[in-house]
């Protein structure tokens, strides 16, 4: 019998890629995001792989969404095999000056979210002794991040949720996987305002169906951490000897828009 993968924001970006990827493989999808349309597209694309879509439009933004989205996917009678944590969103400017309500609503979506849906999905896993998470953190996850700091913030979250989630888990036959992917081109940059910052204007912005392969990968390997790109690799390695001011500034520099 199939299995089942779900996967959060697989309405645009990496989150389709992943979709496309699971199908592939012949793997039945749950596909969750806010956009209905984009998702029914999506499972209409997915048919010539023949597997079984589901779509479940949800806002991750309502807190009261990971335990509704639980009930949904058993309302179904499916049981999930893989949980691909991978919708989040980012924002940029100083963060005196940014949208309080969107910030903590980023917070939800980026961390809480996960957390929630990590831990109701992950106790029938290991009643079942099998499953996989996935979940997308960044190498923003790595260093503060200013004129990002929250988005920074919720994706240091997220790695160091997972790892620790990796580790508990160890020898139960289900595993977590933090994928760190660096600049990608997808609708990221532009929804976070920053696609004209030197971090999405320098060459090397990454394929999404690059990091999607990368991530995919190690996730079925089981490790507990990837980092997409050598060059990020290389990055997330001499962080952990740079001083923190000169990793702040660094960051600073790629994110700061102009005028601020
Ligand atoms: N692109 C990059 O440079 C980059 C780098 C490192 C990490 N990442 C991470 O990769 C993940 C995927 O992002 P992406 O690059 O593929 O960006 P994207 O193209 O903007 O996709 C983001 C997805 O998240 C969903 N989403 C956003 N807010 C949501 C909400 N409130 N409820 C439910 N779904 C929501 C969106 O769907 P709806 O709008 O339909 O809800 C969309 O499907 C994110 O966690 C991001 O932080 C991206």
Known sequence: ??????????????????????????????????????????????RISK??????????????????????????????????????????????????????????????????????????????????VLNIASTAGFQPGPYMATYYATKAFVLSFSEALSHELAGTGVTVTASCPGATSTEFAKVAGNDTSRLFQRPGVAKAEDVVHDAYEAMMQGEALTVHGWLNYLAFQSLRFSPRAVARSIAASLNKPPGA
């Open 1 to 46: 019998m199939a299995q089942v993968a779900l996967i959060t924001g697989a309405s645009s970006g990496l989150g389709e890629q992943f979709a496309h990827r699971f199908a592939r493989d012949g793997h039945d999808v749950i596909l969750v995001a806010r956009n209905e349309a984009r998702l029914n597209a999506l499972a209409e694309r997915l």
């Open 51 to 132: 597997v079984r879509t589901f779509t479940l439009p949800f806002d991750l933004a309502d807190p009261t969404t990971p335990e509704k989205l639980f009930a949904a996917v058993k309302a179904l009678g499916l049981e999930v095999d893989f949980l691909v944590n991978n919708a989040g969103f980012g924002s940029n400017g100083p963060f005196l000056e940014l949208d309080v309500k969107r910030e903590v609503e980023m917070v939800q979506v980026n961390c809480t979210a996960i957390l929630e849906l990590c831990h109701r999905f992950v106790v029938p896993m290991k009643a079942r002794g099998r499953g996989r």
